[in-house]
């Protein structure tokens, strides 16, 4: 049975709701994530949570973030 992990995301250039819908949409498509909740902070650095039932590679949650036009600038795992 699968644990599931915590990986917080430091996000930037998110502004609307219409941004924390792209960055969950593309990070719902990244392998393991299981659930995505962004505390938005426009014009600042938003907050990403990011729930896992498997490893999931810094590279393609900053390749999913990039893909909805946004930029990592921090991850942080509770492993």
Same mark, same amino acid.
């Given at each position: 049975? %699968?644990?599931?992990?915590?990986?917080?995301?430091?996000?930037?250039?998110?502004?609307?709701?219409?941004?924390?819908?792209? $960055?969950? @949409?593309?990070?719902?498509?990244?392998?393991? $994530?299981?659930?995505?909740? !962004?505390?938005?902070?426009?014009?600042?650095?938003?907050?990403?949570?990011? $729930?896992? +039932?498997?490893?999931?590679?810094?590279?393609?949650?900053? %390749?999913? !973030?990039? @893909? %909805?036009?946004? +930029?990592? $600038?921090?991850? %942080?795992?509770?492993?």
């Amino acid at each position: 049975m %699968a644990i599931d992990r915590t990986v917080e995301l430091s996000v930037t250039g998110m502004t609307c709701s219409h941004c924390v819908a792209s $960055v969950t @949409e593309e990070l719902k498509e990244v392998p393991g $994530v299981q659930n995505v909740d !962004v505390i938005l902070n426009s014009g600042g650095t938003s907050k990403v949570t990011v $729930v896992t +039932d498997q490893g999931v590679n810094d590279d393609d949650l900053r %390749a999913a !973030v990039s @893909e %909805a036009g946004y +930029d990592l $600038v921090g991850v %942080a795992r509770d492993f």
